[in-house]
């Protein structure tokens, strides 16, 4: 990815540097290349064959080139290129371990993945589940209840919502479900079939899905515990209750089974402690509840029970109860503010028990106009499947974009070694004395991440609206005690070219943890602004030294050429 152009101020930005290492040359040699590529953008790996790469590859004039060095064309080619960007391109691709079990990953999930709109009246659609594809999710949901002519339907059960056919959801999965990335698609299902409608679903997922789905267990999984993503490449898993030994006993001799298939795994029976619902939101909350106690125990099908290998779910006990009680390949789902309390409660305990087992997050039932929970502080305990809503805008997305694009965008990001250890962490505590091990820093004091914003160039700006009064927002995601926030000021009427240099300083304690995000905004008054673009990447993804940083819409799309340009320093 090239930049198009730059205006005057990046132009003089970048002119200032090139002077100051071309010491009144048309054209830097590859010593004084190299000479700024360590010094400058801390590249010290960098040898003199980088230089002449660079060279080769972004300088046009022949003569120069034949010569071994760079103009300033050249120059700005290569600091607007890929490599001159903030995020670190080494990690646009799988370059992770892919070997560890499924507990060890941040794994990219949807809430409610059919929705389109809102929870009530908003349509279900197959296209929900195309573009969550394709933005590298990895867990899925469907709801699923007993439809006509004997075909299941996907829906928001007890609202207006929209229904669409669960086979053509099956479908849609696998078409699109290995495009953007091999690793493994889960499947969680919200089931609230008859046991007849189960076996036809049954039918649907084996037919559809032919030998993507994972109907057994792996050989070559350990034993005892989970196997990898690179074992799971290329495969689906069903996520649903699974029938115990003892209930399939009591099935073959005849006996009546008590197992619901709803127990501990419906979504609409957690609890909710708003009492700031809208009334609609109300009555439609209790119209949930007063079908649901009507609904008759459901076992689960057998043939469905077998399709689910390695996630099946059960309720959430407590974490000791887990401990003593719970298979590696069994999972629970837990509502965001229980959740929240366990997390406040017993930071440590929730972080070693989503080493062993995964935990799924979900948002809480008054979110009917499906916002979101901010997803970091349910990955500060290492949750694997923090469900969000994708089809809402705004901050949550923005961080769950940014942890996601790591790793060549693949869905699954592997947890950093903190939240790995054996060690006790608890991210809700202020102070902590691990070495962050992943980052090669050789101190357990606080990381000082120091961003200079330079500058920006081709803000948009509203269709036949005035230019726009831009300021810079440096924002940290990561544990309480390392989030934080700093501003500039505002540059008056000026989208082309706004210049701030502002430097900022943020103390980081558990950086391998934390999402930088840089977000432009117009100051509207005093106290107001509003959102014109954002970038959000990992810290551990931070490129030092003088970078561009590119800029995306609201709804995660390139505002290309808009974009940032800042000095990025760390130690």
Not at 106 to 131: K, M, P, R
Not at 189 to 210: D, Y
Not at 342 to 364: C, E, K, M, T, W
């Amino acid at each position: 990815m090239m930049k198009s152009w730059s205006p005057a101020s990046r132009r003089e930005d970048l002119q200032k540097l090139f002077q100051g290492y071309a010491s009144g040359r048309p054209a830097l040699p590859a010593r004084a290349l190299l000479r700024f590529l360590h010094q400058e953008q801390m590249e010290l790996e960098a040898t003199e064959e980088t230089a002449e790469r660079l060279i080769g590859t972004y300088e046009v004039e022949e003569a120069a080139r034949g010569s071994g060095s760079m103009t300033f064309d050249g120059f700005l080619r290569y600091m607007e290129s890929r490599e001159g960007c903030v995020f670190n391109r080494a990690h646009a691709c799988v370059y992770q371990d892919m070997e560890q079990p499924l507990s060890s990953y941040f794994i990219s999930s949807s809430h409610n993945t059919y929705l389109t709109g809102d929870q009530l009246v908003g349509e279900s659609h197959l296209d929900a589940y195309v573009y969550a594809l394709r933005k590298g999710c990895r867990c899925l949901e469907i709801d699923c209840w007993d439809g006509p002519d004997m075909e299941p339907v996907v829906y928001h059960g007890y609202t207006l919502t929209t229904k669409i056919r669960f086979r053509d959801v099956v479908a849609t999965v696998e078409q699109h479900a290995f495009q953007t990335s091999a690793y493994p698609v889960i499947l969680s299902l919200e089931n609230h079939c008859s046991e007849e409608q189960q076996e036809v679903m049954a039918q649907h997922l084996i037919s559809i899905l032919g030998n993507k789905l994972l109907s057994a267990p792996l050989p070559q999984a350990a034993a005892g515990g989970l196997p990898s993503p690179n074992d799971l490449k290329y495969k689906v898993l069903i996520k649903n209750k699974k029938l115990k030994p003892q209930i399939r006993a009591e099935e073959a001799a005849g006996t009546e089974a008590e197992e619901s298939v709803n127990e501990g795994e419906d979504e609409d029976e957690e609890e909710d402690d708003d009492a700031d619902h809208d009334k609609t939101t109300a009555k439609c909350c209790l119209l949930k509840k007063s079908e649901s106690k009507k609904r008759r125990k459901v076992q689960v099908a057998p043939v469905l029970s077998d399709l689910v290998i390695y996630t099946s779910s059960v309720k959430f006990v407590s974490f000791s109860h887990a401990k003593q009680h719970q298979s590696h390949c069994e999972n629970s789902s837990v509502a965001e503010k229980k959740a929240r309390r366990l997390l406040r409660a017993s930071g440590a305990d929730f972080v070693q028990h989503n080493q062993r087992f995964l935990s799924r997050i979900y948002p809480a039932g008054s979110r009917t106009s499906s916002s979101n929970y901010n997803p970091q502080e349910f990955w500060n305990v290492g949750a694997q499947l923090v469900a969000l809503n994708f089809q809402s805008l705004g901050l949550p997305m923005d961080l769950n974009h940014g942890r996601f694009q790591d790793n060549g965008g693949c869905g699954y990001v592997l947890k950093p070694p903190v939240l790995r250890s054996s060690r006790s962490f608890d991210p809700g505590c202020s102070k902590h004395s691990h070495k962050p091990t992943n980052l090669l820093l050789k101190t357990t004091c606080p990381l000082c991440l120091c961003p200079k914003v330079i500058s920006a160039s081709n803000l948009p700006v509203p269709r036949g609206g005035k230019a726009l009064d831009p300021l810079v927002r440096v924002e940290i995601h990561g544990t309480a005690s390392d989030s934080q926030r700093r501003s500039t000021h505002a540059v008056k009427s000026n989208s082309l070219s706004p210049h701030w240099d502002v430097n900022m300083d943020f103390s980081l304690r558990v950086p391998e943890l934390s999402l930088v995000r840089f977000c432009v905004r117009d100051q509207t008054g005093l106290f107001s602004s509003d959102f014109v673009g954002q970038y959000t990447l990992p810290f551990s993804s931070l490129k030092k030294g003088y970078r561009w940083v590119p800029l995306l819409s609201r709804d995660g799309c390139s505002l290309d050429p808009a974009s940032l340009f800042v000095f990025v320093w760390h130690s």
